[in-house]
């Protein structure tokens, strides 16, 4: 199925450092969701986008959907050891009950 | 966040037995579910739309004869593995949308099937 184009695939980074990543689509979504997922467990929703433009932050994180509503990214500021997992951007391109598309994810390792 | 949550965490079988999995939205009414398949280090799969009351809508490739998927209330979808094989061995997710903000889409924690 469709998938959304989603870097870098791992990064590498020391304790304290910010850490960006994102997200491109072919086609307009009207919604950007970004997720965590640590090891043998289940996505974890982090931010919710809905609005082409919007910039929402939820602590260290902040993410934004692109004015293209083709793109979004993810930033994490300051990133602490328990950051360590994988990223998962997915988009939605209507409301009703199409199902989300995912990026491959990116893989994020903190140093410390 | 809406909390959804799955049973059992982890199961083991024996090939050719048969698997059910739980999936429940604790504080929301999910009126879809999505179930979801996940390789080692690889992103997610869809694997069907389970949608209360009506029959679910599977992805291509996906057998609907082997995994059955049943949404009998607004907080409950079970995906069945019938027969299961070795190669069925994955982590299973389900996910729901939260009924209030239907844009928002929330995960279980995930079953992880090992087949014998």
């Known amino acids: 199925g469709q998938q959304l184009n989603q870097s870098p695939q791992s990064m590498f980074i020391q304790e304290g450092e910010d850490v960006s990543m994102n997200c491109t689509s072919s086609s307009i979504f009207n919604t950007w969701l970004w997720y965590k997922q640590d090891p043998g467990e289940g996505p974890v929703l982090l931010i919710a986008l809905y609005k082409a433009g919007e910039l929402t932050s939820n602590g260290r994180l902040t993410a934004q959907f692109g004015i293209t509503r083709k793109d979004s990214f993810l930033n994490i500021s300051a990133s602490i050891p328990s950051d360590v997992g994988i990223y998962f951007c997915?988009?939605?391109?209507?409301?009703?009950?199409?199902?989300?598309?995912f990026g491959k994810g990116t893989r994020l390792s903190v140093i410390a | 966040g809406a909390v959804v949550s799955q049973h059992p965490s982890w199961v083991i079988c024996k090939s050719g037995t048969s698997v059910k999995i739980e999936c429940r939205s604790l504080d929301f009414q999910a009126t879809t579910m999505f179930w979801y398949r996940q390789f080692p280090k690889q992103s997610l799969m869809l694997m069907a739309t389970?949608?209360?009351?009506?029959?679910?809508?599977?992805e291509q490739g996906v057998e609907k004869d082997k995994f059955l998927i049943n949404h009998a209330s607004l907080t409950l979808s079970t995906l069945t593995v019938t027969s299961a094989h070795p190669e069925d061995s994955s982590f299973y997710i389900c996910s729901a949308r939260d009924f209030p903000n239907p844009r928002t889409q929330y995960f279980g924690p995930g079953t992880r099937l090992t087949v014998l």
């Open positions: 389970s949608n209360e009351g009506s029959k679910a809508t599977y």
């Open positions: 997915a988009g939605r391109s209507n409301s009703g009950n199409t199902p989300l598309v």
